[in-house]
């Protein structure tokens, strides 16, 4: 194969995925017109979610390294994951990871009818950190790349989607912001099922 040292950077290739999905989103309210799962109302919140999705690719994942031969990394994958928690925590690299999932717990309840408390909230949080962490160690073992995984990580952006889906709760006790979420909300979240009444509301945080 050679000697092979590519690297791809985020921009080139998150912000064409970015907008070719919501080209996507409006053909596909043109063609449902004002449907409730595709319709134009699920057109902001779609968009915003899938731009934090590229934004959270970008940071995890690029510039993507793809090296063979004298060029590759030549640390064996599996000590490229750090298992020990807490002891080995980084406190910059901790606090950007809990600010970059702030904004999951605050999407989650937009567009999903089953995050309805904090627990269920730091679960996902720790489930979509694991993803991203098994990612990034496939890409150090399919390509050679220097990424690798820390167990802290799994826990700060846990920690992370908490802090947002906690900040979602408070603001949700004002009826202004609640009104106008759950009409942004997509069908069938834990937004859109809520009546709008504080007494309610005030459930989903048990």
């Known amino acids: 194969m050679g000697d092979i040292n590519y690297r791809l ?12 999905f919501f080209g996507f989103l409006i053909l596909r309210a043109i063609r449902n017109g004002s449907g409730p799962q595709w319709g134009w109302r699920s057109i902001p919140i779609r968009t915003v979610t899938a731009t934090y999705i ?27 994951i750090n298992w020990i928690p807490v002891l080995t925590l980084d406190v910059p690299t901790a606090v950007l990871n809990v600010i970059m999932t702030v904004p999951l717990g605050v999407l989650l309840p937009f567009v999903s009818g089953k995050v309805t408390s904090p627990r269920r909230a730091l679960a996902y949080g720790a489930a979509f950190s694991l993803a991203i962490e098994v990612a990034q160690i496939l890409g150090c073992v399919l390509f050679n790349n220097y990424r690798g995984a820390d167990v802290n990580d799994v826990l ?31 069908p069938d979240s834990v937004l859109a099922r809520e009546p709008h009444s504080p007494t309610r509301v005030n459930t989903i945080a048990v």
């Open 54 to 80: 590229a934004g959270v690719a970008g940071v995890t994942f690029f510039p993507f390294q793809i090296a063979y031969g004298k060029l590759a990394d030549d640390m064996a994958w599996y000590n490229q």
């Open 156 to 186: 700060t952006n846990a920690l992370g989607c908490l802090l947002g889906y906690s900040l979602l709760q408070l603001t949700l006790k004002l009826s202004f912001p609640r009104d106008v979420f759950s009409r942004l909300a997509l």
């Open 9 to 20: 950077e985020a921009l080139p290739v998150c912000t064409p995925l970015v907008v070719l």
